[in-house]
């Protein structure tokens, strides 16, 4: 990574965070045919077929939100980020660390859970899967949160940067 910051996100970057955003989505809105397919598996019941895409179009979509997350996390490294405004307090500029780090966390630790739990039949992954999700539906609500508080309070680029493409 270069000392010197960079001014803005690459199109990479926000093509990257908007893709994983709407594939997680989808998977909130979504979720039925996995859930019902888990459950008869696990109860050693017939799965109904109408179920059986849905489960796997769960179950790519995951390994697709790990691979875009690995290929960001990446690009966070290698690249960097653009600075913070700094009009923040320091207490705010904690927590947006601290979303983001758990963020992070979570858009590796739920597909792998999830991978898991569905390729090994570990339920201890399952329900790891189930808690991480629903703590990720919070935290990116959070996220979000702030990221409106910055624009209409604080009056910062923060969401335009993510917004705009301005470079590669």
Do not use: C
Request: no cysteine.
């Amino acid at each position: 990574m270069s000392d010197t910051p960079v001014a803005s996100y690459s199109k990479t970057q926000i093509w990257l965070h908007w893709s994983i955003a709407a594939l997680i989505l989808v998977q909130f809105v979504a979720p039925d045919g996995m859930q019902h397919v888990w459950r008869a598996f696990r109860r050693g019941q017939e799965v109904s077929p109408s179920d059986v895409p849905l489960a796997y179009m769960h179950v790519v979509i995951g390994l697709t939100v790990l691979t875009l997350a690995a290929w960001r996390l990446w690009l966070r490294i290698a690249r960097g980020v653009p600075p913070v405004s700094g009009m923040e307090h320091p207490a705010l500029r904690l927590l947006a660390r601290a979303t983001h780090f758990v963020i992070y966390a979570l858009i590796f630790i739920v597909p792998l859970a999830g991978a898991v739990a569905w390729f090994l039949g570990v339920s201890a992954a399952a329900q790891v899967h189930v808690l991480g999700q629903n703590v990720l539906l919070y935290i990116v609500l959070l996220h979000t949160a702030g990221a409106l508080f910055q624009h209409f309070v604080f009056k910062t680029d923060v969401l335009r940067r993510m917004l705009a493409f301005r470079q590669a």
